[in-house]
């Protein structure tokens, strides 16, 4: 029985945050499926037992269970001290960029590359703003590189790993080429050198997904 067991499923990338972290730091865990695709989050089961919200990911450590990846994030990083701020600075700058990636970087590409690479949309105004909005995160982040090795300090931190969730998906995500942000394609690989990184399509179950 591992130490900790994460619920998730290998197309998610709020999944992964929790995924790469717990590799990250060489946890002893292992993934549970959750069969997303055919509605496991909506069940009553799902919803009484493992989380009220109907989300992915779920953290459970002993009788603990947590939800949202920023939560999950600060928890493993408090508990194996790791990827945390060293200062009360740190700690707000570490925050204000991951409630950025959630309001604006997860939440317009998740939802972009879940429309048009999984349920196959193709392109609708929907997808044209959710797509407009992307690219305008992605300069800022971009931007923020050009005097910035990792996103709140000068090491990786939570932060990191939470706005790096999505970008792993690359080849899923339509329009997006790494020649218009070399500066977040070269981050992207300082992650993907540290000790224990892993493609969310190695850490978690359920891909390929079927025809």
């Given at each position: 029985?591992?130490?900790?067991?994460?619920?998730?499923?290998?197309?998610?990338?709020?999944?992964?945050?929790?995924?790469?972290?717990?590799?990250?730091?060489?946890?002893?865990?292992?993934?549970?499926?959750?069969?997303?695709?055919?509605?496991?989050?909506?069940?009553?089961?799902?919803?009484?037992?493992?989380?009220?919200?109907?989300?992915?990911?779920?953290?459970?450590?002993?009788?603990?269970?947590?939800?949202?990846?920023?939560?999950?994030?600060?928890?493993?990083?408090?508990?194996?001290?790791?990827?945390?701020?060293?200062?009360?600075?740190?700690?707000?700058?570490?925050?204000?960029?991951?409630?950025?990636?959630?309001?604006?970087?997860?939440?317009t590409t998740g939802l972009y590359r879940f429309l048009t690479a999984l349920q196959k949309t193709?392109?609708?105004?929907?997808?044209?703003?959710?797509?407009?909005?992307?690219?305008?995160?992605?300069?800022?982040?971009?931007?923020?590189?050009?005097?910035?090795?990792?996103?709140?300090?000068?090491?990786?931190?939570?932060?990191?790993?939470?706005?790096?969730?999505?970008?792993?998906?690359?080849?899923?995500?339509?329009?997006?080429?790494?020649?218009?942000?070399?500066?977040?394609?070269?981050?992207?690989?300082?992650?993907?050198?540290?000790?224990?990184?892993?493609?969310?399509?190695?850490?978690?179950?359920?891909?390929?997904?079927?025809?």
């Amino acid at each position: 029985m591992s130490e900790f067991t994460l619920y998730c499923f290998a197309q998610s990338g709020n999944a992964y945050k929790g995924a790469l972290m717990l590799n990250l730091c060489g946890a002893d865990w292992q993934p549970r499926f959750v069969d997303f695709f055919n509605g496991e989050t909506k069940t009553p089961e799902y919803r009484q037992s493992i989380n009220e919200m109907g989300e992915v990911p779920v953290l459970a450590h002993g009788a603990r269970k947590f939800s949202q990846s920023g939560v999950i994030l600060d928890y493993l990083s408090g508990h194996f001290g790791r990827f945390g701020p060293e200062n009360e600075d740190e700690r707000r700058e570490i925050l204000r960029w991951t409630l950025y990636d959630n309001y604006r970087f997860t939440s317009t590409t998740g939802l972009y590359r879940f429309l048009t690479a999984l349920q196959k949309t193709g392109r609708t105004p929907v997808t044209e703003f959710l797509s407009a909005r992307m690219h305008g995160a992605l300069d800022v982040l971009d931007k923020h590189f050009s005097t910035h090795d990792f996103v709140a300090a000068s090491r990786p931190t939570t932060a990191d790993i939470s706005l790096c969730g999505y970008l792993y998906y690359d080849d899923e995500i339509e329009g997006l080429d790494w020649a218009d942000y070399p500066r977040i394609k070269a981050w992207l690989e300082r992650i993907k050198a540290l000790e224990g990184w892993g493609h969310p399509y190695d850490l978690m179950p359920g891909h390929p997904l079927p025809a």
